[in-house]
């Protein structure tokens, strides 16, 4: 037990790790986001393969699963896209405006009723984004892309949760991976005609950090989720991950001095958002709610 609980811990370490490439990583958003699907679905289809784990699925399936990937592409657009206009800390904290598009979005989709509760924790977080917001005007367009990425964020965990019913979560995440891959590839050539870049050749450094984000913060991440997982609780791996943020917005502080760069109302902000997870955490506890295992939520990132 105590080697998977130091294991969960290295998970969100490295899960942390995710904006902090995208901060290191000199290529555009788009570009990122196809470098890191490409290499991430070469990676596990070459993994699965030598595990003898890669199972034939239908094309109607392929395309079923492709197409949650494609929300997991834009998501991650939007993500990065965030920490390029504005920095590393702005983007992950945006990701706490999950739970309430989840409050909103979760009972639309499978048609139950709102839960009050939920949306008014929820507002807890979205007042510290409003006050970031107005009083950190140089950063608006970060955060709003910020806001966007969180909402598909939200609507991929949804989506792939009703759709994942049936498939092994290995098959899951090769065929999201390679339908995010296709997809960003058909929108790319149109996204760097409105964005001009110099080249979509990445240098040496921006190949490294590629690799790692590929390997490390995709591959080996879902590897260890799912040895985590088969030791302990969903409910404790999901709380445990609150504390990704944190440990992405320590790492930007100590490589890009992000301190330097966030006022006052960032912190009043964020101490709002931290404030809303210890009151959804007290309910679920309360409630004693049991949270439904997915690695696919730490895809979010």
Known sequence: MKEAFVKLHLSILIAGGTGIFGRLITLNEAL????????????????????????????RDVMKIGGVGLL????????????????????VVCLSLMSIFTALFEPAINRHRISVREVLFSLVAVAGIVLIFHFDTRY?????????????????????KKVSAG????????????GGFVGISCVLPFYLHRFPVDTIVPGLKDIVYLLCL?????VALYILQIQVLKKVSAFTVNLSYNLEPVYSIIGAM?????????????YFGLGLIVLSVVFQTCSVLFHQKKITPSVYVKWKR
């Open 32 to 59: 990122l986001v196809w470098y890191r699907m490409m290499l991430a679905t070469l990676m596990f289809a070459v993994l699965l393969a030598l595990w003898k784990k890669l199972r034939r699925v239908t094309v």
């Open 72 to 91: 997991l592409s834009a998501h991650w657009l939007f993500f990065y896209g965030s920490i390029k206009e504005a920095n590393v800390s702005i983007g």
């Open 140 to 160: 608006r367009l970060g955060i709003c892309m910020g806001v966007v990425s969180s909402a598909l964020a939200s609507l991929f965990t949804i989506v792939n």
């Open 167 to 178: 498939y092994t979560s290995s098959t899951m995440l090769l065929y999201e991976m390679a």
């Open 214 to 218: 590929a390997s490390v913060c995709t």
């Open 254 to 266: 100590i490589i890009f001095h992000e301190a330097r760069d966030l006022g006052a109302s960032f």
